[in-house]
């Protein structure tokens, strides 16, 4: 099984936050995000559903990739887009995809 992890490189490297209604009109966004597959999903997705446009972009990037799972704590628990699941890492209960990938770990 296909995983991703939300590391907000853009987020760190940019140092700037935007709500999602403005990052979908900002120029320097698009500038950012042009050289990116998956930047034409992130921005409709970023207004639509109201996330940030570097949790859409991380979003949108994993499903691109055909990953089914991403590990990520900025989402609401289960919220699935395209074929992937947002898991948080760190919940109490472990998501049964999180439980999958981590059995498959062990197993080597």
Same mark, same amino acid.
Not at 11 to 26: L, M, Q, R, T
Not at 99 to 106: I, P, Y
């Given at each position: 099984?296909?995983?991703?992890?939300?590391?907000?490189?853009?987020?760190?490297?940019?140092?700037?936050?935007?709500?999602? %209604? &403005?990052?979908?009109?900002?120029?320097?966004? #698009? *500038?950012?995000? +042009?050289?990116? !597959?998956?930047?034409?999903?992130?921005? =409709?997705?970023?207004?639509?559903?109201?996330?940030?446009?570097?949790?859409?972009?991380?979003?949108?990037?994993?499903?691109?990739?055909?990953?089914?799972?991403?590990?990520? %704590? &900025?989402?609401?628990?289960?919220?699935?887009? #395209? *074929?992937?699941? +947002?898991?948080? !890492?760190?919940?109490?209960?472990?998501? =049964?995809?999180?439980?999958?990938?981590?059995?498959?770990?062990?197993?080597?």
């Amino acid at each position: 099984m296909q995983a991703a992890l939300d590391t907000n490189l853009l987020v760190y490297a940019e140092g700037v936050a935007f709500a999602p %209604e &403005d990052a979908v009109k900002s120029e320097r966004i #698009r *500038g950012l995000l +042009v050289s990116l !597959p998956a930047d034409e999903a992130a921005l =409709p997705l970023a207004g639509d559903q109201r996330l940030s446009i570097w949790d859409a972009v991380v979003l949108a990037a994993a499903a691109e990739a055909g990953c089914r799972m991403l590990l990520s %704590e &900025d989402f609401e628990p289960g919220f699935a887009w #395209r *074929g992937v699941t +947002v898991v948080n !890492p760190v919940a109490a209960v472990h998501h =049964p995809l999180l439980e999958m990938l981590l059995a498959n770990g062990r197993r080597g």
